[in-house]
C-alpha cells in the first residue's frame, strides 16, 4: 500500500455543474471533474499520487490519513425507521 492510498478519494456527482466531480479532501484543494465517473476516479488517483510526491520532496509532513472505517461511518447519513 502506498501513501496515496491512505486518502479518502470521494467521486460524485454534481447537480450544479453536470458532471462528476474527484475530490480529497485532507489532501488536495482542488480535484478533478469529468463526464465517466471511473475516468474521474483514475484522474484522481493520479493527482494524489503527485500530492504525496510533492510533500516528500518538499520535505513536509503529510497530513494524517482518513480512509479508515470510523471516517466513513462519519460521513454517511444513515436513517432507520
Known amino acids: ?3 496515496a ?3 479518502a478519494k470521494i467521486v460524485y456527482w454534481s447537480e450544479e455543474d453536470q458532471c462528476f ?3 480529497c479532501p485532507k489532501l488536495v484543494l482542488g480535484g478533478c471533474h469529468g ?3 471511473k475516468a474521474v ?6 493527482i494524489v499520487s503527485e500530492a504525496v510526491e ?6 513536509r509532513t503529510l497530513p494524517p ?3 479508515n472505517y470510523d471516517w ?6 444513515v436513517t432507520t425507521t
Not at 476516479?41 to 493520479?46: I, R, V
Not at 510533492?54 to 520535505?59: E, F, I, M, R, S
Open 5 to 7: 492510498d491512505r486518502y
Open 65 to 67: 490519513p482518513d480512509s
Open 35 to 37: 463526464d465517466d465517473p
Open 41 to 46: 476516479f483514475a484522474e484522481l488517483c493520479e
Open 72 to 77: 466513513a461511518i462519519q460521513k454517511q447519513s
Open 21 to 23: 466531480i474527484g475530490c
Open 54 to 59: 510533492l510533500y516528500a520532496k518538499d520535505g
Open 1 to 3: 500500500m502506498s501513501s
